[in-house]
Nanobody, 120 residues
């Protein structure tokens, strides 16, 4: 079993910055692709950014140039640096990770979410 724990959410003014973290723990042989998703009230969950184990990244068009995804494989932790935040970035942000265990079984895990509110 693997746990993903997000942190770093909160209330920030438009134009401000936040840094989200997602720490993985449990029985892990390898963490494959990790990603951040978000879900605003009344909307479907959407992909924000993803990063492979080798460091390749991709971003939603709406955040490209403002958000930066990164990971520290030694700490089993992923980050999302969010700059120039806009009110439309307000959402619950979820961490997602594909994990392979020591028996070569792969599973998809989700964190519990952290709330980001961008408002003056």
């Amino acid at each position: 079993q693997v746990q993903l724990v997000e942190s770093g959410g909160g209330l920030v003014q438009p134009g401000g910055s936040l840094r989200l973290s997602c720490a993985a723990s449990g029985i892990i042989f390898r963490i494959n692709t990790m990603a951040w998703y978000r879900q605003a009230p009344g909307k479907e969950r959407e992909l924000v950014a993803a990063i492979t184990s080798g460091g390749n990244t991709n971003y939603a068009a709406s955040v490209k140039g403002r958000f930066t995804i990164s990971r520290d494989n030694g700490k089993s932790t992923m980050y999302l640096q969010m700059n120039s935040l806009k009110p439309e970035d307000t959402a619950d942000y979820y961490c997602n990770a594909g994990v392979t265990d020591p028996w070569s079984r792969s599973y998809d895990y989700w964190g519990q979410g952290t709330q980001v509110t961008v408002s003056s």
